[in-house]
T-cell receptor, first 113, second 111 residues
């Protein structure tokens, strides 16, 4: 049982290049999220998807696009990478009801030169 | 002013010490109070969760919420080297899209 799987784990890009971060879950959760984590800033929400076919902007959506391909997969795309997007990106899923606990992947470390 | 403020540390304590980690928040509408633990190069994992003011205990960990002061704390008793991690408070209302994380406190427990 893998939980939440993110690929790639590491990536180096040049300014202006594009790339897609992939996230897949086997927890059968409806809600999925993309966060970025920067030193001193905590986790900031980029986009979320409450269910298959729906996506909404979070706190810091500029420069990103997302696709909820199906219930399992939620991808994050950088169309034209900028150095300010150097960060660690986390995908998370959320259990419905109860605590609403978030389950995180191990992160994707992106450096934009 | 950030909605959730957390002292980033780093905090270094000897094994067996009592650790106190704290967050303050500004939005009185917040209803859920969580602590996540994040080991180096890993994703955060939920450690404690509470709705209400007062204390909640789970083994060596106690979460304390004071809604009147908008202040939450996590206490770790008999701290162990395996407790070395970054601790993130997370506060919110409704669904996770309204969850605001603190910046995290890096804790090192020395053997």
């Amino acid at each position: 049982n893998a939980g939440v799987t993110q690929t790639p784990k590491f990536q180096v890009l040049k300014t202006g290049q594009s790339m897609t971060l992939q996230c897949a879950q086997d927890m059968n959760h409806n809600s999925m999220y993309w966060y970025r984590q920067d030193p001193g800033m905590g986790l900031r929400l980029i986009y979320y998807s409450a269910s298959e076919g729906t996506t909404d902007k979070g706190e810091v959506p500029n420069g990103y696009n997302v696709s909820r391909l199906n219930k399992r997969e939620f991808s994050l795309r950088l169309e034209s990478a900028a150095p300010s997007q150097t960060s660690v990106y986390f995908c998370a899923t959320q259990v419905a009801g109860g605590t609403g606990e978030l389950f995180f992947g191990e992160g994707s470390r992106l450096t934009v030169l | 002013q950030k909605e959730v403020e957390q002292d980033p540390g780093p905090l270094s304590v000897p094994e067996g010490a009592i650790v106190s980690l704290n967050c303050t928040y500004s939005n009185s509408a917040f209803q859920y109070f969580m602590w996540y633990r994040q080991y180096s190069r890993k994703g955060p994992e939920l450690l404690m969760y509470t709705y209400s003011s007062g204390n909640k205990e789970d083994g060596r960990f106690t979460a304390q919420v004071d809604k009147s002061s908008k202040y939450i704390s996590l206490f770790i008793r008999d701290s162990q080297p395996s407790d070395s991690a970054t601790y993130l408070c997370a506060i919110g209302s409704g669904s996770a899209r309204q969850l605001t994380f603190g910046s995290g406190t890096q804790l090192t427990v020395l053997p």
